[in-house]
């Protein structure tokens, strides 16, 4: 049995009714999952054998939540510096072609880490990586092994086949093993108490009306509490609304969430207001990518909807505190210089640090669904806490002054200095906790979409067998490790996935997440991999617009 956590003499940041946040000089006390009791000076029992986390001079707040994340992507960061979507997608999203379901593992975990080491405790993960039902099964073991609270959102997409002599796309999203598999994921996933299925879905071209509504109909039986989409208005991604879309084939509830938003017009901000419907933010990679403007505060009726993310933390960094500053002083500066620009002057600095913290906490719970669950501290509610130090060259003085400012505008990812999810210590002293390697094995075969295997894996002098020669040993004799048929241990384009139960310290994770990447990077090369003509080759298999481009 866990021993209850007494988080003693901290100030805690607590929201009233209103969503109002204030300062409350107190204990916290958890027991299994749950935060018991919040007040001043809170006796335990000797015999509870009762652990104290000393918070004298700290900040405690609610987890983070990140609404919007690709986790599987940690081996591509640093690629990414000056690249807009046109670069991303071909060099980012289409490089899991070259991924094995090791890597996924390895990047997956290393991104559920990463957010964790921020204070983020839950995040909603579009996993557009389901190259086979292992790339998948990957991907949620390491979301299991992380401890990160996730919604896990199965993604059908169209897939790599080739990239030589030319970028060739698989546009068959919907195999015969798929529902299957994401039925099984729904059953294994039914009493787990962090992570649960949603499901993520952007391929509405590809599919009728009909075909669509049954599959959102399948993954709602399977038991997806979540529904998310890309959506963003722009010249190169197009002026269909996403929004009105869903609408039209009664798919836009409150179970649904948009990413990013930008460039929504004002019938499609009062369609979205009135379905319950909420939205995804992520002004980093926004602002970057020319996906538009970040939405945080873009219309009035999303008060309240509006929630944040990271997206790709292999384009920005993969905490919550950057999102927060940069959509906040996005959305200040945009006010101020229309302001000047007409000859006035802010009598108020607006937006306001407590409106961004909601963002990312109780609002980000309201759009995942769990706003009776998580986002505050609350007796009730689960104990996915954060445990801020107040004393670091960044921070010293600001906490003393302003406990909400010091968080929103001076908090860094070295003043993360104890993480609570679901009532278990995953940080600790500034230092990630070691994590037990969980795994899921779903499914008889390594089946991949299309009519072959993903490029990345095989011919057109690319490294390694065609996955369809045969299963993973791992499914077939009951280890963890994915060998594909024919190739040997040793071989260089291995790799590998510890036993279950292994225990994983950061620095494991770390040398073998490089590991991977230079493989990958090795396939790559081996296959030619050319990113400017991969972003050509895109450009024309999504027939996007030259002549918009302006350089």
């Known amino acids: 049995m866990v021993s ?72 591509l960061k640093g690629r990414h510096g000056d690249h807009s979507v046109l670069d991303y997608m071909p060099t980012g999203n289409l490089a899991c072609s070259f991924f094995t379901p090791g890597d996924i593992f390895w990047g997956q975990l290393a991104g559920a880490l990463e957010a964790l080491d921020s204070g983020t405790t839950t995040v909603v993960d579009h996993a557009h990586l389901n190259y086979s039902e292992e790339h998948t099964n990957q991907a949620l073991s390491a979301t299991l092994t992380s401890g990160l609270r996730s919604i896990f959102c199965y993604t059908p997409t169209p897939l790599v086949q080739s990239w030589s002599p030319t970028l060739s796309l698989s546009y068959n999203i919907l195999p015969s093993w798929l529902t299957p598999h994401l039925t099984a994921i729904g059953a294994h996933l039914a009493s787990n ?5 949603g499901f993520a879905f952007d391929a509405y071209a590809l599919l009728s009306p009909e075909a669509t509504t049954n599959l959102f109909a399948s993954a709602r039986a399977a038991g997806a509490r979540l529904f998310t989409s890309h959506y963003a208005v722009n010249p190169i991604l197009g002026s269909t609304s996403v929004a009105q879309a869903l609408s039209a084939l009664g798919l836009l509830d409150g179970q649904t969430l948009l990413a990013h938003a930008a460039g929504a017009s004002a019938e499609d901000a009062t369609l979205v207001a009135q379905s319950g419907a909420h939205v995804s933010c992520t ?24 929630s944040l993310g990271v997206d790709s933390h292999s384009v920005v960094r993969g905490g919550m505190a950057e999102q927060m500053r940069l959509a906040l002083q996005y ?4 006010r101020t210089v229309s302001l000047l620009h007409h000859g ?20 980000g719970a309201t759009a995942i669904g769990m706003g009776a669950e998580v986002g505050r501290l609350q007796v009730g509610f689960r104990a996915d806490v954060v445990v801020w130090g107040t ?32 009532g278990a210590v995953r940080k600790e002293g500034g230092r990630l906790v070691a994590c037990r390697r969980e ?34 040993d791992g499914l077939a004799d009951g280890t963890d490790s994915l060998v594909l048929h024919g190739e040997a241990r040793g071989d260089r384009y291995y790799q590998p996935v510890p036993e279950t139960g292994v225990r994983l310290e950061w620095a494991d994770v770390a040398r073998e997440v490089q590991r991977s990447r230079r493989e990958i990077a090795a396939r790559m090369q081996a296959g030619r991999f050319d990113a400017a003509r991969a972003r050509e080759e895109f450009m024309a298999a999504f027939l996007l617009d030259r002549s918009v481009l302006v350089d």
């Open 193 to 197: 108490p962090r992570v649960t299925l």
């Open 439 to 472: 795994r899921v094995v779903l499914g008889n075969e390594l089946h991949h979409q299309g009519s072959s295997a993903p490029a990345g894996l095989h011919g057109d002098g690319r490294p390694g067998k065609t996955p369809r020669d045969g299963v993973v």
């Open 331 to 334: 959305a200040r500066g945009t």
């Open 283 to 306: 002004p980093a990679c926004e602002l970057q990518q020319g996906l538009g403007a970040p939405a945080a505060w873009a219309h009035p009726e999303w008060r309240g909807k509006v």
């Open 4 to 75: 209850p956590i007494l988080l003693r003499g901290g100030t805690l940041l607590v929201h009233n009714n209103d969503n109002h946040v204030s300062s409350l000089a107190a204990d916290l006390l958890v027991e299994g999952n749950t935060i018991v009791k919040i007040e001043k000076d809170i006796s335990i029992d000797p015999a509870s054998n009762t652990r104290i986390i000393d918070c004298t001079n700290k900040i405690v707040t609610p987890g983070y939540i990140d609404t919007h994340h690709h986790l599987w992507q940690t081996q």
């Open 391 to 422: 004393e670091s060259p960044g921070m010293v003085c600001a906490g003393a002054e302003d406990a909400l400012a010091a968080v929103v505008g001076f908090a860094g990812v070295r003043d993360v200095e104890c993480v609570l999810v679901d």
């Open 344 to 363: 006035g002057f802010p009598a108020q600095v607006r937006p306001t640090v407590e409106e961004v913290f909601n963002m990312a906490t109780v609002d």
